[in-house]
């Protein structure tokens, strides 16, 4: 049974047009985590949610937003999508302890978005 | 310079092969070490951790050298089925990926 559920698994959107991307988790982990990643590239944490506390990376542009509604489901919102944020996006959850560890994080299936 | 480093490949090698992936980081503080296989279009998925004393899953072998700050994944008697993307990742108050490296095997 799928523990990490990412919807869609494909979205085409145009340029400038806000898109929503969702992820649920039946893990019922506190930590919930947005990565992109581009073709060969590394993924690239873009922020994460500890329980409710949400924690930004320094270079995330601000046309990235994020939202946790409950421990469940966490969304992203690209405001306004320009060409170079065409790449895999993929959601992560973890059980943590602290602030500090860091545990395995199980990821799902990804959203892979096109910018037209 | 990236924080975390790996040859991007590819690894062209024949079922039965032995292949090894060497990872480089360059935060010394980095607290926890893994590789990662994802498959062409797919989520990374964990493939084992890694320990300074070196560790063992079947046909894989993950080793961590901290003076040096690389580790190293050893995959013997490849399958086909061992066509993939290796990741290695540490952890530094967040999980922090390499490129990849590209593995093909070949019958």
């Known amino acids: 049974d799928a523990m990490v559920i990412q919807n869609p698994r494909y979205q085409v959107t145009q340029f400038g047009k806000p898109v929503t991307l969702s992820c649920s988790q039946t893990?019922?982990?506190?930590?919930m985590y947005w990565y992109q990643q581009k073709s060969s590239q590394a993924p690239k944490l873009l922020f994460h949610?500890?329980?409710?506390?949400?924690?930004n990376e320094a270079d995330t542009p601000d046309n990235f937003q994020s939202r946790r509604p409950n421990t469940s489901f966490c969304f992203l919102d690209i405001r306004s999508p320009g060409l170079g944020d065409a790449a895999m996006y993929l959601c992560a959850t973890s059980r943590r302890r602290t602030a500090t560890t860091q545990e395995t994080q199980y990821f799902g299936p990804g959203t892979r978005l096109l910018v037209l | 310079r990236k924080e975390v480093e790996q040859d991007p490949g590819p690894f062209n090698v024949p079922e039965g092969a032995t292949v090894a992936f060497n990872c480089t980081y360059s935060?010394?503080?980095?607290?926890?070490f893994f590789w990662y296989r994802q498959d062409c279009r797919k989520e990374p998925k964990l493939l084992m951790s890694?320990?300074?004393s070196g560790n063992e899953d079947g046909r894989f072998t993950a080793q961590l050298n901290r003076a040096s700050q690389y580790i190293s994944l050893l995959i013997r008697d490849s399958k086909l089925s061992d066509s993939a993307t290796y990741l290695c990742?540490?952890?530094?108050?967040?999980?922090?990926f390499g490129a990849g490296t590209r593995l093909a095997v070949h019958p």
């Open positions: 893990l019922n982990h506190n930590v």
């Open positions: 890694v320990y300074s």
């Open positions: 990742a540490v952890t530094r108050n967040k999980l922090i």
């Open positions: 949610y500890y329980d409710k506390d949400f924690n």
């Open positions: 935060n010394s503080a980095s607290q926890s």
